[in-house]
């Protein structure tokens, strides 16, 4: 069966920054407030993080619940798992997730700096300094034959279509303007050349966009 590479749930602004300048240690998405980034993924009755009874149905539920299904191993970018740059200082940080990490399978993280993999719960770390290609090479042969997810942010979700890589993308395009930051594109019409496109607007403000390889 053939591996896919999936780009899920990834929400950018009407603008296309997936993330604002000035990353910190307390600010994640920089200059972006992901509480209004993500309230319609946060708002679901599958919502992993919700405490309290109830949520919203229909396609964002569908959504978020989908996230893991089939899904073996994950590719982020360095500043997904941190906001430190250049080579690590030390070996404290283990990323923004505390002990628990949401991805509960093995995670590649894309760096110039490699350092030494460590498990945290059901999750597995690994720091690779390769191409796109090598790199879901690693991650197709941890997922023992499911689907691969490309975490993000937007360069390096970039990085990967601009390989040719990509097969599945999902971008829920949020009304909120970011002006500056990560981006991953001008237009979703930038890759009308390559994918099928479906755009579907959701009641909870978001837009999803559907993209699937030609």
């Known amino acids: 069966m053939t591996q896919l590479l999936k780009v899920q749930n990834f929400t950018v602004s009407r603008d296309g920054f997936g993330a604002g300048e000035h990353q910190t240690l307390e600010r994640p998405f920089g200059d972006a407030d992901p509480s209004e ?36 191993a994950e590719i982020m970018g360095r500043n997904k798992f941190g906001p430190q740059r250049g080579p690590w ?46 790199v879901l090479e690693q991650a197709r042969e941890a997922a023992q034959g499911k689907d691969v997810r490309l975490g993000g942010g937007a360069t390096t979700i970039r990085q990967f279509l601009d390989a040719g890589l990509v097969d599945t993308l999902h971008v829920a395009v949020s009304p909120v303007k970011i002006g500056a930051g990560a981006r991953l594109w001008e237009s979703p019409d930038e890759l009308r050349d390559r994918y099928h496109l479906d755009v579907v607007p959701s009641s909870s403000g978001v837009t999803h966009h559907l993209f699937w390889r030609k």
């Open 37 to 72: 980034m993500f309230t319609w993924a946060g708002a679901t009755a599958s919502w992993p993080r919700r405490t309290e009874p109830g949520g919203s149905r229909g396609l964002d539920d569908y959504l978020t619940r989908d996230f893991h299904h089939n899904i073996g």
């Open 89 to 134: 200082q030390d070996y404290e940080w283990r990323g923004w997730w505390d002990d628990e990490p949401p991805f509960h399978t093995p995670v590649f993280v894309m760096t110039h700096h490699p350092r030494p993999s460590f498990t945290l719960s059901d999750t597995t770390f690994h720091f690779v300094d390769a191409d796109p290609a090598t």
